[in-house]
T-cell receptor
Framework: GDSVTQMEGPVTLSEEAFLTINCTYT??????LFWYVQYPGEGLQLLLK???ADDKGSNKGFEATYRKETTSFHLEKGSVQVSDSAVYFC???????????WGAGTKLIIKP | GAVVSQHPSRVICKSGTSVKIECRSL??????MFWYRQFPKQSLMLMAT?????????EQGVEKDKFLINHASLTLSTLTVTSAHPEDSSFYIC???????????FGQGTRLTVV
């Protein structure tokens, strides 16, 4: 069945460091891919998405490119801030009803 | 973005009792709502999908008689964990979607502890 695998955390970086959180997927057909973020004490928020191969989603300085050849959707940011500390989830849609298949989540800790 | 409110955020109950969790869409009509369960350090697992006015569709392995889902209006869905046991302790998250929008919005989650 469909699945999403993302790197285990926590990931600890210093402020202004470069961030990569790896995400790979297994799916039939052509899923849409998402990154969600959960800040401490808050609900999940959509960070960015891509709906077809080679699309790049971007938001708040974060980017991820839908790579069908490597079945990946790695999250990147050039210079992280303390406020980026959160848990990041990679996910894909299983169908048009927006049922999401989730990765395990990666906790990101940014130190000043 | 749209707001989904989930209550309570934390609940502790005794084994054998039932617990109800509410999920409300505050500023849009939620034609579809999803209930997820998250175990520590694991993915969110979809438990069921409900469309307003219809019976929920449960994922394989989820006991529908134990996890009662009601989606009686376009702004409210409830999950009732019946005869709760310690193994039901988990983090439960709802999300809601307006059928005309290709995005689902999430509640803050409910931490259930059964003692």
């Amino acid at each position: 069945g469909d699945s999403v695998t993302q790197m285990e955390g926590p990931v600890t970086l210093s402020e202004e460091a470069f961030l990569t959180i790896n995400c790979t997927y297994t799916a039939t057909g052509y899923p849409s891919l998402f990154w969600y973020v959960q800040y401490p004490g808050e609900g999940l928020q959509l960070l960015l998405k891509a709906t077809k191969a080679d699309d790049k989603g971007s938001n708040k300085g974060f980017e991820a490119t839908y790579r069908k050849e490597t079945t990946s959707f790695h999250l990147e940011k050039g210079s992280v801030q303390v406020s980026d500390s959160a848990v990041y989830f990679c996910a894909l849609t299983r169908d048009s009803n927006y049922q999401l298949i989730w990765g395990a989540g990666t906790k990101l800790i940014i130190k000043p | 973005g749209a707001v989904v409110s989930q209550h309570p955020s934390r609940v502790i109950c005794k084994s054998g009792t039932s617990v109800k969790i509410e999920c409300r869409s505050l500023d849009f009509q939620a034609t579809t709502m999803f209930w997820y369960r998250q175990f520590p350090k694991q993915s969110l697992m979809l438990m069921a999908t409900s469309n307003e006015g219809s019976k929920a569709t449960y994922e394989q392995g989820v006991e529908k008689d134990k996890f009662l889902i009601n989606h009686a209006s376009l702004t409210l869905s409830t999950l009732t964990v019946t005869s709760a046991h310690p193994e039901d302790s988990s983090f439960y998250i709802c999300s809601a979607r307006d059928g005309g929008v290709a995005e689902a919005f999430f509640g803050q989650g409910t931490r259930l502890t059964v003692v």
